[in-house]
């Protein structure tokens, strides 16, 4: 089984290298080969709705040739789904988001959930899900601890700090929200995971890893999206991201 695994905004080897080192030995299976890649142009750290939409584009540019390059599911590794709608039009093989995948196993899970994230600028990404799946009832909060997050360096260096300001929120989303399920608001936080794990007593999702699981399920189960809902395109226009094509 091979699955391309998609950041959504540009990164050095060494970054990809520190996204993969997040599947821990005991989920890797020797029968899967997971390969991270990243755009080489687009957004950078998806603040705002402008760089929502450019990591859209360079995401489905970079996934669009998966299926004919042999993978047999493709995950957008990260909170922000980019393009999983796309790419559900444009493939047949399974396309799996981290913010779906893990708000549908916290429906399961319990009655209502947080997001835990780094800062507020990255809200909408999770409410545009949340609206998605009309799921807004099941969403306690979402709580943000104010760090600016590196999506290269991820929580490298900061453990001291930033694990103690996603405990205290944590603690505030199960005391005063009313949450039984957490979920980390980034694949760049899973560093947090197991520290959060031995201090909370409801369960936490690592979305990196559920996405993961979810693609490797479908594949063995030989489950893709459905393309009554996300039709394929009628004219495949994958030739319009080639630089200087158009005058």
């Known amino acids: 089984m091979r699955i391309k695994m998609i950041l959504p905004v540009p990164m050095p080897d060494q970054a990809l290298e520190a996204f993969a080192a997040q599947i821990p030995p005991a989920l890797r ?8 890649c990243a755009p080489s142009r687009g957004g950078r750290i998806l603040d705002s709705y402008y760089e929502m939409t450019l990591a859209d584009a360079f995401v489905l540019e970079k996934g669009m040739t998966c299926e004919s390059e042999g993978y047999d599911a493709v995950c957008v590794n ?128 690592n979305p990196g890893l559920i996405a993961l699981k979810v693609c490797e399920n479908l594949v063995e189960l030989g489950i893709a999206h459905s393309k009554s809902a996300y039709r394929s395109p009628e004219v495949i226009s994958d030739d319009a991201f080639r630089m200087g094509e158009l005058s």
């Not at 299976?29 to 991270?36: M, N, T």
């Not at 994230?117 to 969403?139: C, H, S």
């Not at 944590?170 to 039984?180: C, E, I, K, L, T």
């Open 78 to 205: 990260s909170m922000s789904d980019s393009a999983l709608n796309a790419l559900r039009s444009r493939l047949s093989i399974p396309v799996v988001g981290p913010a779906q995948a893990s708000f549908c196993y916290a429906l399961m899970l319990g009655e209502t959930f947080t997001v835990l994230t780094m800062w507020e600028q990255w809200f909408p990404l999770y409410k545009k899900v949340v609206r998605e799946l009309g799921i807004q009832a099941r969403l306690a909060s979402i709580r943000a601890i104010g760090v600016r997050p590196d999506a290269q360096e991820l929580l490298s260096g900061k453990e001291d700090v930033v694990f103690e300001l996603l405990e205290r929120e944590a603690r505030a989303a199960v005391d005063n929200d009313g949450a039984d399920t957490l979920i980390l608001g980034s694949t760049t936080m899973h560093q947090s995971h197991s520290y959060l794990v031995s201090k909370l007593e409801v369960p936490i999702l």
């Open 29 to 36: 299976r020797e029968d899967v080969q997971v390969d991270f």
